[in-house]
């Protein structure tokens, strides 16, 4: 059963346009939650994180918010680049419990179009 | 930087063969994961591993096994591969945090 959901397969948007990809959860325990970017025939990278004591985290370009009586987070990609066409994980953690591992999304391929 | 390598890019291998996959890290980190990636499922766990010849099933650990007889090496075998089984395999590692470092993946294909 999928505890994290990413229900858009894919998303195009022009470049300098904001980029919203979304992803669900079912399990009220995550209490961290990651994305990840994933080029073809590369390894997932990286890419923010955000703790569920927050409901905002940013760096740069990307933008993390959570809403957790929603159970949904959404990646906010502020100006959208070419470069960031790639497939994006959401990712779910249980760090009170030292849970090992992640749960991951099915994925959004994100396109940005020149 | 952390560094998770993983021994082919590519494999093609027959149905029946027995496969071995490697990923080395080299951050000293005690967690250790293998993942299946393919479309429309995500990434999905096999096995991991938190120690040394520790390990510990995933979601789907059918016709898999794995080794970690040294903290930095983590292998996935496939007893007798299956047509089934041609994906993307990806290594993982972590120390203490959530964030799992990932290798370039292997694409294998089974025919």
Not at chain 1, 60 to 65: L, Q
Not at chain 2, 62 to 78: D, N, P, T
Request: proline share 4%.
């Amino acid at each position: 059963d999928q505890q994290v959901k990413q229900n858009s397969p894919s998303l195009s948007v022009q470049e300098g346009r904001i980029s919203i990809l979304n992803c669900d959860y079912t399990n009220s325990m995550f209490d961290y939650f990651l994305w990840y970017k994933k080029y073809p025939a590369e390894g997932p990278t990286f890419l923010i994180s955000i703790s569920s004591i927050k409901d905002k985290n940013e760096d740069g370009r990307f933008t993390v918010f959570l809403n957790k009586s929603a159970k949904h987070l959404s990646l906010h990609i502020v100006p959208s680049q070419p470069g960031d066409s790639a497939v994006y994980f959401c990712a779910a953690n249980i760090i009170q419990t030292g849970a090992n591992n992640l749960f991951f999304g099915t994925g959004t391929r994100l396109t940005v179009i020149p | 930087d952390v560094k998770v390598t993983q021994s082919s890019r590519y494999l093609v291998k027959r149905t029946g063969e027995k496969v071995f996959l490697e990923c080395v890290q080299d951050m000293d980190h005690e967690n250790m994961f293998w993942y299946r990636q393919d479309p429309g499922l995500g990434l999905r766990l096999i096995y991991f591993s938190y120690d040394v010849k520790m390990k510990e099933k995933g979601d789907i650990p059918e016709g898999y096994s794995v080794s970690r007889e040294k903290k930095e090496r983590f292998s996935l075998i496939l007893e007798s591969a299956s047509t089934n089984q041609t994906s993307m395999y990806l290594c993982a590692s972590r120390r203490q945090g959530p964030e799992q470092y990932f290798g370039p993946g292997t694409r294998l294909t089974v025919t």
